[in-house]
Structure formats: structure tokens, C-alpha cells
């Protein structure tokens, strides 16, 4: 199976946020943690205080804040990974992957990956130190399905 596609920066961002939902339970918490805050903080709100109004306004810029940061954090990355804005060429067999670039040719293993994950934008292969996004945005429902099962044949799916 050849697919040729470009990480954009919406792609990496959107595949970011999914390997940080489903990389571990730590990670679980780091994602849901500003909601979770956020939750906490409004919920302490309504214990009778001469601090309620600041209390509850106050969460509103730290609950944002810590949200753009996670973002902005997101699109630092994809700017320092240069190797994502090239034009991939990424061949899958049996024995693993095949990446080209015009920097180069890469060959790893299926055991490389950990595992994979999928949501309705991405493919993403977790790796220990990483992940590997593949974006839907650029398969047909035919190779999204192929891809899908190929990589269920060959790796555990992260649930």
C-alpha cells in the first residue's frame, strides 16, 4: 500500500491531541486537567465566601490561558519538526514501513510501534518517544479502510 500525503500544521496539532488522550493514563489527566480545574474551581465557588465573584471570574483567563498554551505548544513542535512539511511517501507491507521524503528514505519495523490509534482526521502510530501521524485528509474511504485493517492486523489498537 503507497500513500502520498503533507502533515499540515491543523494535522499535526489534531494528531497531537489524540496521542495525548490515548498515549497513558497520565496522559489522560494532563489533557483533561484544565477541564478538570476548571470544574473544581466553579464547584468551590458556591462555598459562601466574600471571594465568590473573583473566584469564579478568575478561573475563566486561567482555564483559556491554559488552553492556548497547549496549542501553542502543539504548533512549536510542528515548527521545529521540519521533516513533517515535506511531501510523504509512505509504503506499508508485512514486515513494517517505508518512509521518502526528498530528505530521505526511512525502513522501520511494525515493533517500532507500540501501538495505534484512530479518530475521524488521523491515523497515529505510537512509538515510546512519539507518535507518527498519518492524516485521513488525504486517503480515499478505500485506503482509510485498508489502512485501518492493516494496521489492526499488525498492532494493538489503543481504546
Known amino acids: 500500500m503507497n500513500i502520498k500525503y503533507r502533515v499540515s500544521e491543523r494535522d499535526y496539532k ?3 491531541m489524540l496521542d495525548l488522550r490515548k498515549r497513558s493514563t497520565w496522559s489522560l489527566v494532563e489533557f483533561y486537567s484544565p477541564y478538570i480545574i476548571a470544574i473544581v474551581w466553579v464547584c468551590a465557588s458556591f462555598i459562601p465566601d466574600d471571594y465568590d465573584f473573583f473566584m469564579t471570574v478568575g478561573i475563566i483567563p ?6 492556548w498554551l497547549r496549542r501553542r505548544r502543539f504548533a512549536n513542535d510542528y515548527q521545529r519538526k521540519r521533516n513533517f512539511h515535506l511531501l510523504h511517501s509512505l509504503d506499508l507491507d508485512r514486515n513494517g514501513l517505508r518512509l521518502e521524503t526528498t530528505d530521505g ?6 515493533q517500532n510501534y507500540l501501538k495505534f490509534a484512530e479518530d475521524s482526521n488521523n491515523f497515529v ?4 518517544n512519539g507518535f507518527f501521524p498519518i492524516p485521513k485528509d488525504h486517503l480515499t474511504p478505500e485506503q482509510a479502510e485498508e489502512l485501518g485493517a492493516m494496521l489492526q492486523s499488525r498492532l494493538p489498537r489503543v481504546e
Open 125 to 128: 502510530l505510537l512509538q515510546k
Open 62 to 67: 486561567i482555564f483559556i490561558a491554559s488552553l
Open 105 to 110: 528514505s526511512v525502513r522501520t519495523t511494525w
Open 14 to 16: 489534531s494528531a497531537a
